[in-house]
T-cell receptor, first 112, second 113 residues
Framework: DAKTTQPPSMDCAEGRAANLPCNHS???????VYWYRQIHSQGPQYIIH???NNETNEMASLIITEDRKSSTLILPHATLRDTAVYYC?????????????FGKGTSLLVTP | DTAVSQTPKYLVTQMGNDKSIKCEQN?????MYWYKQDSKKFLKIMFS???????INETVPNRFSPKSPDKAHLNLHINSLELGDSAVYFC????????????FGQGTRLTVV
């Protein structure tokens, strides 16, 4: 399974767009990229996922490069409640099933 | 209604004891998981069940035994607790094994003293 690389931390001003990068240069053709976040002391929360095309939902946008070796999660108007650890994940295969393989993630701090 | 609920939220126990953590989901999902988040905040898959059948069993000590009485419940029983078992344990569920859009519970913080 592909591994991911994310910056350990980022800052963003409230109201501005937060752009969180992720490298997944060894991703294979049929592997999706998933993004989750974990707000302090809570369970991880699903944000968005994609394969090739850019995706958008009510929480965020996901931009995947044409070669699929990297992606960027965009929070268009960050709020203080978006302060969390953001995980870029390419699925993990074990035994006969798939699971999420969480790395270290990016700790995003949104400041007033 | 909470989608994925775990009990208890906090658990403090002595070394050598046996304890259980319960998880229930009301989403109608077929697949449930246990993840462990250690002191360094790494989240690792432990087990996965699909429709009551064990499908993922990562390298976890035999003292950990999951049990799924029905597809809405996945419990985790831990025997002979050790200091190193202290962690936050998260239950999660997905619609099926083919998707990783998971719903997570709020976690159970286990402290072994």
């Amino acid at each position: 399974d592909a591994k991911t690389t994310q910056p350990p931390s980022m800052d963003c001003a409230e109201g501005r767009a937060a752009n969180l990068p992720c490298n997944h240069s060894t991703i294979s053709g049929n592997e999706y990229v998933y993004w989750y976040r974990q707000i302090h002391s809570q369970g991880p929360q699903y944000i968005i996922h994609g394969l090739k095309n850019n995706e958008t939902n009510e929480m965020a946008s996901l931009i995947i490069t044409e070669d699929r070796k990297s992606s960027t999660l965009i929070l268009p108007h960050a709020t203080l409640r978006d302060t969390a650890v953001y995980y870029c994940i390419v699925r993990f295969y074990s035994n006969s099933g798939y699971a999420l393989n969480f790395g270290k993630g990016t700790s995003l701090l949104v400041t007033p | 209604d909470t989608a994925v609920s775990q009990t208890p939220k906090y658990l403090v126990t002595q070394m050598g004891n046996d304890k259980s953590i319960k998880c229930e989901q009301n989403l109608g999902h077929d697949t449930m998981y246990w993840y462990k988040q250690d002191s360094k905040k790494f989240l690792k898959i432990m087990f996965s069940y699909n429709n009551k059948e064990l499908i993922i069993n990562e390298t976890v000590p035999n003292r950990f035994s999951p049990k799924s009485p029905d597809k809405a419940h996945l419990n985790l029983h831990i025997n002979s607790l050790e200091l190193g078992d202290s962690a936050v344990y998260f239950c999660a569920s997905t619609l099926s094994t083919g998707t990783l859009e998971a719903f997570f519970g709020q976690g159970t913080r286990l402290t072994v003293v």
